[in-house]
């Protein structure tokens, strides 16, 4: 099937200050690790695929809160020197997102979130016209700690919107099926990691996708780590290879993936060739440290 090719995506989800540490080990109870280092990078789920669409070239825009201090400052310079329109990001009172990352040698990873204001969008805060404007509505996850307004303005904003990409990650998962439902049976592209999509329908990421098509969703991309990415519709499944390459850091691994995939379905390309374009660009931000570092400007014409 031909799809007209699309250009703008807006994201909706936390914004975070990500403290990366390097360490010697993920302590665990009564443990003591040690850190080598510690680098400091803006963060947020979607806000990183945002910043990956709009180094390829899109035009992005941004619905996330911010607090009053300096953290929030950085946050909101970086997107904007990035190109991302920011005008649905919010200021509030209080603490912006704040994220603990450990990583050890092996590159595995440990995240703490402060999730500060990005709990407490109000949907009466968002400027609707001016998001309309975009083809594609991408969400990710909020911790709900703070409240649940964020994941309520989600569940009405996707009737905006005929296209949505949704990536629940482990804190939507943790939701259960149920609390999803509003968001699923509108969401058009589905972008969860393996063990996502089996905690939130409880069975066989495969299983799960049937579920998934039968809510209504066009496309279920699963994420797979090292084994790259498995992809589903209506009429076919396809496995894609990952890129073999040394891994330094998987921080937004998965929202690196999300910026190849869509800039390849909104570009037009089959089925295998985002699946190829999300391992690529996977594949290029786990080779540094930080979510947005290895994020690249061009895609190769040839993969
Ligand atoms: P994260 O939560 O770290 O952002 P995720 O858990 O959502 O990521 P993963 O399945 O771990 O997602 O990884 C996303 C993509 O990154 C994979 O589909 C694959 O393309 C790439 N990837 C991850 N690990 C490796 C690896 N070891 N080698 C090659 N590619 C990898
Ligand atoms: O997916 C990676 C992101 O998750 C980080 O940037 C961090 O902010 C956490 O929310």
Known sequence: MRRSLLSSVIGFGALNLDKIYRV?????????????DLQIFPGGSAANTIVGLARLGLRTAYIGKIGDDAEGQILLGDLRREGVETRTVIRAKGRSG???ILVDDSGNRAILVDPGVNDTIRYDEIDLDFSREFDLLHLTSFICKNGLDSLESQKRIVKDFKIVSFDP?????????????????????FLPNRSEIERLFGMDYRK?????LELGIQIVAVKLGSEGCWIRTEEKEISVKPFRVRVVDTTGAGDAFNAG???GYLRGKSLEECGKIGNYVASLCIQ????????????PEKL
Do not use: H, Q
Request: overall charge neutral.
């Open 24 to 36: 010697d080990k993920i302590p665990g109870r009564d443990e003591e690790g040690f850190v080598r």
């Open 208 to 212: 799960s996708a049937d579920k998934c």
């Open 261 to 263: 995939f869509l800039y």
């Open 98 to 100: 704040t994220a603990m």
């Open 288 to 299: 540094k440290i930080g979510a947005r570092s290895g994020l690249p400007s061009k895609i």
């Open 169 to 189: 990650g482990m804190p939507y998962a943790e939701r259960g099926l149920e609390d999803m439902l509003p968001i699923l049976e509108r969401t058009t592209i």
